[in-house]
T-cell receptor
Framework: GENVEQHPSTLSVQEGDSAVIKCTYS??????FPWYKQELGKRPQLIID?????GEKKDQRIAVTLNKTAKHFSLHITETQPEDSAVYFC????????????FGTGTKLQVIP | ETGVTQTPRHLVMGMTNKKSLKCEQH?????MYWYKQSAKKPLELMFV???????ENNSVPSRFSPECPNSSHLFLHLHTLQPEDSALYLC??????????????FGSGTQLSVL
């Protein structure tokens, strides 16, 4: 089955700096890669996703890149703000069915004002 | 209320108790899921229901028993749990459409403590 590894497990950055979270996956058939943000005591929420036919996707201050050959994808947050502090989960799955979405172990991001 | 609602938010139970977790989604989705979230572990898929039919049982112990009476409601019946079952149990739903099935909408979870 699919295995997703995520690094780092914790990340502290100064407000205004950039943050990068990296994930690798094992199943070359996976073609859908979402990122979820979970603030303390709240539900995980989808913040951005990318499909395997695209190498990069941006949405304001967040972007995701995908390298299919190397089987890794990354989340980039620019101009970080205190409200970006949360746990971020990457995931991988095969799109199109009620398949398993395999999650990484999460990265706790702390943005220091 | 919109979105995915879970009750109760917190639950403490003894190992001999029987309790149920409830999930309701108001998004018109067709698939519903139970996930287990433990500290420093990935979210673990437990069960998947598609149009009320169970399509996935991810080797979950029989002390967890799901029930899906319709596409909007999902239950997780608990009995004779173990302390290691203490975790946050998250319900999620997704839409049966191209490009929608993988996008999960989560509830706020039930924080379960087994004593």
């Amino acid at each position: 089955g699919e295995n997703v590894e995520q690094h780092p497990s914790t990340l502290s950055v100064q407000e205004g700096d950039s943050a990068v979270i990296k994930c690798t996956y094992s199943d070359s058939a996976s073609n859908y890669f979402p990122w979820y943000k979970q603030e303390l005591g709240k539900r995980p929420q989808l913040i951005i996703d990318i499909r395997s036919n695209v190498g990069e996707k941006k949405d304001q201050r967040i972007a995701v890149t995908l390298n299919k050959t190397a089987k890794h994808f990354s989340l980039h947050i620019t101009e970080t703000q205190p409200e970006d502090s949360a746990v971020y989960f990457c995931a991988a799955s095969l799109s199109g069915g009620y398949q398993k979405v395999t999650f990484g172990t999460g990265t706790k991001l702390q943005v220091i004002p | 209320e919109t979105g995915v609602t879970q009750t109760p938010r917190h639950l403490v139970m003894g190992m001999t108790n029987k309790k149920s977790l409830k999930c309701e989604q108001h998004l018109g989705h067709n698939a519903m899921y139970w996930y287990k979230q433990s500290a420093k572990k990935p979210l673990e898929l437990m069960f998947v229901y598609n149009f009320k039919e169970q399509t996935e049982n991810n080797s979950v112990p029989s002390r967890f028993s799901p029930e899906c009476p319709n596409s909007s409601h999902l239950f997780l019946h608990l009995h004779t749990l173990q302390p290691e079952d203490s975790a946050l149990y998250l319900c999620a739903s997704s839409q049966d459409s191209a490009g929608g099935r993988e996008k999960l909408f989560f509830g706020s979870g039930t924080q379960l403590s087994v004593l």
